[in-house]
């Protein structure tokens, strides 16, 4: 010991140094405990995606309505992949409706209807897929018109057949809250049917529309529309490094959980969808009744003259008149003048009664035959 602080006495600089770095070290030791140096590799919370409803405009020239599936919009961005469903409003041949999409880039295009009668539309040319940008801070909001236009169903061939329904599946398998459901099935089923009803539809696609409903889940969780944060992962793997170089692990392992949690909290849920319903008019012939007297008719014989036979010379009339005359002209001649009358009768249609008898007619008249939801098509 005494070697030491002779040392020391000798060597006074050194010692000084060595001591502030043993101050030092403390320092750093206590502040790594402490946390002091977490936030420094924590990467800084992504800012909150803003969002833009888009609204989806689609019309037809003819046959599209509550008994055609519905035209399904595809949606393609950097980070989301979905499509929506877009029936058509009561009155048919035209339908709104909006996606909520985040601030990006976007493609969208569409899946056209088969209507009831097995027909459908060319949207290659008049609804051709449309790039849009969605910015928050722009004056208008997106809007994406599809124009349709009706292709027989004697012209519509199997193999465009086939594209829909191949196509409507996949929207059902990565659909949003509008090809769900109820919904979903409803669309399926009106797939089935319509398909079906095509001249040109091949058995295979038939049979392929039967089965789609096998082939999808229509109660899986719907597509998600607006991008979830990217950096919810890279804060968990920081934190948890962090807390691996920690020698206090436990507090350490606490502190990055809440940091987490408090992330998924601050990402807005979306709202559940609220049903728009409204009402779908049909129109029907009714019968008015206008009830009537008829008469009934039947034959009779019915006396329409007299017929004078001369009994002396066999001279017949029937005229009265005439008979006078030639009764003078008998009597003049100084022979018989008498003679015999016959009654004349015709086989006549007479009325013998009446009945009645309604004479109504067929009328048309709107009536409301059910409601429906005019953003998801589902029914009550």
């Known amino acids: 010991m005494n070697g030491l602080s002779q040392w020391a006495r000798s060597h006074k600089p050194q010692v000084a140094a060595i001591a502030a770095a043993i101050v030092v070290a403390i320092v750093v030791a206590i502040a790594v405990a402490s946390g002091a140096f977490a936030t420094s590799e924590q990467q800084p919370e992504q800012q909150e995606s803003r969002t833009v409803d888009v609204t989806l405009n689609v019309t037809a020239d003819h046959g599209w309505d509550e008994n055609s599936?519905?035209?399904i919009a595809h949606i393609e961005g950097e980070d989301v992949d979905f499509y929506h469903a877009v029936t058509p409003d009561a009155e048919g041949n035209k339908?709104?409706?909006?996606?909520?999409?985040?601030?990006?880039?976007?493609?969208?295009?569409?899946?056209?209807?088969?209507?009831?009668?097995g027909s459908a539309f060319d949207i290659y040319d008049t609804g051709a897929p449309v790039d849009i940008t969605v910015d928050a801070d722009a004056k208008t909001a997106p809007a994406v018109?599809?124009?349709?236009?009706?292709i027989p169903a004697d012209k519509v061939t199997d193999e465009m057949l086939a594209d829909?329904?191949?196509?409507?599946?996949?929207?059902?398998?990565?659909?949003?809250e509008t090809l769900k459901g109820d919904a979903g099935t409803g669309i399926l089923d009106k797939l089935d049917g319509n398909v079906a009803k095509n001249p040109n539809a091949s058995d295979k696609t038939k049979q392929e529309a039967t089965d789609a409903d096998k082939d999808v889940d229509v109660n899986d969780k719907p597509a998600q529309t607006t991008p979830s944060a990217k950096n919810d992962g890279d804060k968990a793997d920081n934190g948890n490094a962090g807390s691996q170089s920690s020698g206090n692990g436990s507090s350490n392992s606490g502190s990055a959980n809440?940091?987490?949690s408090g992330s998924a909290s601050s990402q807005p849920s979306k709202p559940a969808h609220t049903h728009n319903w409204v009402n779908h008019t049909a129109t029907r012939n009714v019968w008015v009744s206008n009830w009537v007297d008829v008469p009934d008719y039947g034959t009779q014989q019915v006396a329409v003259g007299t017929k004078y036979i001369f009994a002396y010379d066999g001279y017949t009339t029937t005229d009265s008149n005439d008979a006078k005359w030639h009764s003078v002209a008998l009597i003049k001649q100084g022979v018989p003048d008498n003679y015999r009358t016959e009654t004349i009768y015709e086989t006549q249609q007479v009325q013998t009664g009446s009945h009645k008898e309604d004479h109504g007619s067929y009328t048309t008249e709107s009536y409301v035959d059910y409601v429906y939801c005019s953003s998801c098509g589902a029914r009550q």
């Open 145 to 150: 018109n599809c124009p349709m236009a009706q």
């Open 69 to 71: 599936t519905p035209a």
């Open 258 to 260: 809440a940091g987490n």
């Open 95 to 117: 339908g709104t409706s909006t996606v909520e999409l985040a601030e990006g880039d976007y493609t969208v295009s569409f899946v056209s209807p088969v209507n009831s009668d």
């Open 164 to 176: 829909i329904v191949d196509k409507t599946k996949d929207a059902i398998k990565k659909g949003d």
